[in-house]
């Protein structure tokens, strides 16, 4: 459904190109949570960025949706994200003069759709993730965890079947985090979601189906989790959330 194939690209030009990411190939599959690893600098939002059409590679291949991008223009690629990726930027990247309700409609506005209908899905979006009683707050009145929850419920809104999260637990506590993680637990397991998480937090190792690790831009290490199930049973240290991030079928 996603995938890279051999590819590589660098920054910078001449003697001071810095090569980012090598050789990369990997697969990803839907309703499955893959937590990508490694080092400051190993290449990790690189590689979330070609995953989310947000860069083209040098060399090697880039799918979506199992269509190769190579090719397309921005204008096509904007229409592929859009329509199938949503993408968690690192640091929230919210509007800061805009309600957390406003941050999740300018989703739709940029995809056309205006007026109630969007308004309704927005605040569907906000209710998935637990944040229905606070949409008209503004980043500014609004913690670090339920800033990262407007951030989800944006990449949510038009029910895109890929999520990609850079760095979505940094900074936050652990009751925030978790809500967090169990969040897009979710989109994986009961909307059958392709989440990839990209963090170098070991918290989400028992809410991942797979970790990659990466360093110096080269696939380490790419193993499965075959104890999930048994290993959240148990998770340490963290304290059980409600249920009230299940997204409700109107977002579906
Ligand atoms: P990570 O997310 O794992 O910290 P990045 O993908 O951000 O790694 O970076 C990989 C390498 O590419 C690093 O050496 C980094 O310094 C370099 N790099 C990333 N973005 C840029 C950029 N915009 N310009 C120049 N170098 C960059
Ligand atoms: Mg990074």
Redesign the pocket.
Same mark, same amino acid.
């Given at each position: 459904m996603l995938s890279v194939r051999e590819v590589g690209i660098?920054? $910078?030009a001449g003697s001071g190109r810095?090569r980012? %990411?090598d050789e990369v190939s990997l697969d990803f599959r839907p309703a499955n949570l893959t937590l990508v690893m $490694?080092?400051?600098?190993? $290449?990790? &939002? &690189? %590689? %979330?960025?070609l995953l989310g059409c947000l860069l083209t590679p040098d060399r090697g291949e880039v799918s979506v949706m199992n269509a190769p991008i190579r090719g397309l223009s921005e204008e096509a690629r904007g229409r592929i994200r859009r329509r199938h990726i949503g993408y968690i930027f690192q640091a929230f990247r919210l509007f800061h003069s805009l309600s957390a309700i406003e941050n999740v409609t300018i989703a739709l506005e940029i995809c056309g759709q205006r007026g109630r209908k969007s308004r309704e899905l927005a605040m569907h979006a906000l209710e998935a993730v637990g944040l229905a009683d606070r949409w008209r707050l503004k980043p500014g009145e609004l913690s670090g965890g339920e800033k990262q929850r407007v951030a989800i419920a944006r990449a949510l809104v038009n029910d895109p079947p890929i999520i990609l999260a850079?760095e979505p637990t940094a900074s936050l506590d652990s009751a925030s985090g978790l809500q967090i993680t169990q969040t897009l637990r979710r989109l994986a397991d009961e909307d059958q979601r392709l989440v990839v998480v990209?963090s170098h937090d070991p918290r989400w190792l028992p809410f991942s189906d797979r970790t990659v690790t %990466?360093q110096d831009?080269r696939v380490l290490d790419d193993s499965d989790a075959p104890s999930r199930d048994q290993e959240r049973q148990q998770p340490p240290n963290m304290v059980e959330t409600s249920s009230s991030a299940v997204l409700p079928p109107a977002v579906r």
């Open positions: 660098g920054y $910078g810095v980012a %990411l $490694g080092p400051s600098g190993s $290449g990790k &939002t &690189t %590689l %979330l960025s850079d990209v %990466l831009g």
